[in-house]
DNA sequence: GTAAGCGCTTACCTTTAGGTAACTACTCAC
DNA sequence: GTGAGTAGTTACCTAAAGGTAAGCGCTTAC
C-alpha cells in the first residue's frame, strides 16, 4: 500500500500547469480580434482594406493597433512593395500557424455550438 | 479547360465559415476569465473560495459575475447542499466537456509559446 | 479640378471589464 | 462575545477596449 503524502498530488500538479498553460496563452490571444485576425491572414495575405471588409465590424483604428500588436508579437509581417502607390500586404508568419490546432478546434466547437443555440431557439418558441 | 465564374470558391466559402465559427465561439468565451473557469472545473467541482484561491488574481465581484454567466450558458451548474451552513459547489456540465479538444490544445500551445518567449528573454540578456 | 480609393492617424466619447474595500447573514470554535 | 470562515453583494472607481467621424498625403480616373 502506498503511502499518501502531504503533497500536491501529481495529478493536481498537472491541472495546474494546464491552467497556467491556458492563462499564458490567452494573455498574448486576448480580446475580439486577435484569433479572428490571425485565421483570416493564415488563410490568405491581405491589405488593410480587405481585412477589415472581411472582418466586418472592426474598425480602422482598432485593426491599426491589433496588427501592430500582432506584427510585435511575430504573428504577423507587414510587407510594403515599392509600386506606385505602395501596396501593403499583411502576411501571417509560421508562429501563426503554430496556432493551426487552436484554431480547428475551436472553429469546429462554435460550429457545434451555434447548431446548439438554434435549437434551443427553437425549442423556445 | 474550366470556366473560372463570378462566385466565391468552395475554398473561399470554407475559410468565411471558419472565421465565423470562431467568431461565434468567441462571443461565448469571451474575456480573461471564461475559459480558464471552465478548465478548473472540468478538472474537478470546487467551492467558491477554491476556485478564487487557485485563480489567483480574480476578485469575489469578478468571479460570480462569470459564475453567473457560464451557468446561464450551461456551461457549470451551481449544487446547494443542504449541511449547516449550506454547503455550495459549482461543477462542470457535459456541454463545458465539448471543449476539451479546444482547452486541450489551447494548454499545449500555451505551453510552448512560454518556452518560445523564455528562449527569446535569454537572447536579449 | 473633382471625386474616390488606399492606409492609415487623430480627437473625442461611450461602454465594459475589472479591481478595492466594506459589508451582510449565517455558523462554528474559543 | 469575539474572531474566523463561507458565499457572496454593494458602491465606488479606474483603465482599457473600442466605436464614430473627420482628415491627411498620396495617386488614379473622369
Redesign the interface.
Known amino acids: 500500500m502506498k503511502v499518501i503524502k502531504n503533497e500536491p498530488l501529481p495529478n493536481k500538479v498537472e491541472?495546474?500547469?494546464?491552467?497556467?498553460?491556458?492563462?499564458?496563452?490567452?494573455y498574448?490571444l486576448?480580446g475580439?480580434w486577435k484569433?479572428?485576425l490571425i485565421?483570416?491572414l493564415v488563410?490568405?495575405s491581405k491589405r488593410f482594406n480587405e481585412i477589415q471588409h472581411?472582418?466586418s465590424g472592426i474598425s480602422a483604428k482598432v485593426l491599426a493597433k491589433e496588427l501592430k500588436d500582432l506584427e510585435l508579437n511575430d504573428f504577423i509581417t507587414r510587407k510594403v512593395y515599392p509600386t506606385t502607390p505602395v501596396t501593403i500586404v499583411y502576411e501571417a508568419t509560421g508562429?501563426s500557424r503554430?496556432?493551426k490546432?487552436?484554431?480547428?478546434?475551436?472553429?469546429?466547437?462554435?460550429?457545434?455550438?451555434?447548431e446548439?443555440i438554434k435549437q434551443s431557439m427553437r425549442r423556445q418558441s
Open positions: 491541472c495546474a500547469n494546464s491552467l497556467k498553460n491556458v492563462l499564458d496563452a490567452l498574448v486576448n475580439k484569433l479572428p485565421l483570416s488563410q490568405s472581411e472582418l508562429y503554430t496556432l490546432n487552436v484554431l480547428g478546434e475551436l472553429s469546429a466547437w462554435g460550429e457545434q455550438h451555434r446548439k
